[in-house]
């Protein structure tokens, strides 16, 4: 079964930057698109960039022109480079991988925590 690990998180100031990994691992990984999502306390789950298998990339307004998604199918891995990091952007970060033909998030890591500090 695939398994997902994020890793990368951890604290910095406001202004930062953070580059977040999701590794898979598994016998075969050909996914239509891969997610970053993130969770703040006492707030819903928030989509925030999304990579398809043909490079394609859309962000959320709240990271747009800030944070870069990319997809290295070599490694089995998608990235998350977050840059001008602000306060609002502390949550727990996840990773989500959706296979061929599908219209809802089939796998998901256990995330990892993203803190910025003013």
């Known amino acids: 079964q695939v398994q997902l690990e994020e890793s990368g998180g951890g604290l910095v100031q406001a202004g930062g930057s953070l580059r977040l990994s999701c590794a898979a691992s598994g016998s075969i990984f050909s996914f239509a698109a891969m997610g970053w999502y993130r969770q703040a306390p006492e707030k819903q789950r928030e989509w925030i960039a999304t990579v398809t298998s043909a490079g394609s990339t859309a962000y959320a307004d709240s990271v747009m022109g800030r944070f870069t998604i990319s997809r290295d199918n070599v490694k089995n891995t998608v990235y998350l480079q977050m840059n001008s990091l602000k306060p609002e952007d502390t949550a727990v970060y996840y990773c989500?991988?959706?296979?061929?033909?599908?219209?809802?998030?089939?796998?998901w890591g256990q995330g990892t925590q993203v803190t910025v500090s003013s």
């Open positions: 989500a991988a959706l296979k061929q033909g599908r219209s809802i998030w089939d796998y």
